[in-house]
């Protein structure tokens, strides 16, 4: 079936330096690539999501890649401030608002 | 803003227990999920609805079912509480399937099953 591989599960930081999330995906047909923060306690927020028409997407400190052919997409963060600090979650789609499967999470410490 | 409330934030309750899980959306988004979230699992979808009356199973169906005659509200049934039914419970809702904008999330239900 469908099905999305995180990693690493923890990454720990200096403040200031880069942070690489990657995923995998195995269904060919996803072409929808979100990534989700969620602070402790706190409900998800999306961060910042890719199409498959699209190999990069940048907003600011936060960026994402993606290479279809691989079926390989990555989060990069960089600059790293204490309150990026949360647990990252990568999902694949089909369908921009359909069914999303999710990855197993990145939690990420930034250490001041 | 796009509210997706949970009716219960802590619930606990015995085993074989019938528990009901609502969520509401106040945005008139067509399509609903429901995911259980477990440490070092990820979000696992358990049931979505793409329209009012409409269901399907997600990867880990077996022991759930799911309502939504409304299209505002979409509940998950546990008919026979078991102890690994012991999560923390997100419900989702989006616009549309294709359309703008990702999921909005609901603040959680974490349920313990005893």
């Known amino acids: 079936g469908e099905n999305v591989e995180q990693h690493p599960s923890t990454l720990s930081v200096q403040e200031g330096d880069s942070a690489v999330i990657k995923c995998t995906y195995s269904d060919s047909a996803s072409n929808y690539f979100p990534w989700y923060k969620q602070e402790l306690g706190k409900r998800p927020q999306l961060i910042i999501d890719?199409?498959?028409?699209?190999g990069e997407k940048k907003d600011q400190r936060i960026a994402v890649t993606l290479n279809k052919t691989a079926k390989h997409f990555s989060l990069h963060i960089t600059e790293t401030q204490p309150e990026d600090s949360a647990v990252y979650f990568c999902a694949a789609s089909r369908n921009q608002g359909g069914k999303l499967i999710f990855g197993q999470g990145t939690e990420l410490s930034v250490k001041p | 803003d796009v509210k997706v409330t949970q009716s219960s934030r802590y619930l606990v309750k015995r085993t074989g227990e019938k528990v009901f899980l609502e969520c509401v959306q106040d945005m008139d988004h067509e399509n609903m999920f429901w995911y259980r979230q477990d440490p070092g699992l990820g979000l696992r979808l358990i049931y979505f609805s793409y329209d009012v009356k409409m269901k399907e199973k997600g990867d880990i169906p077996e022991g759930y079912s799911v309502s939504r005659e409304k299209k505002e509200r979409f509940s998950l049934i546990l008919e026979s509480a078991s102890t690994n039914q012991t999560s923390m419970y997100l419900c989702a809702s989006s616009l549309a399937t294709g359309g703008g904008g990702g999921y909005t999330f609901g603040s959680g239900t974490r349920l313990t099953v005893v």
């Open positions: 890719i199409r498959s028409n699209v």
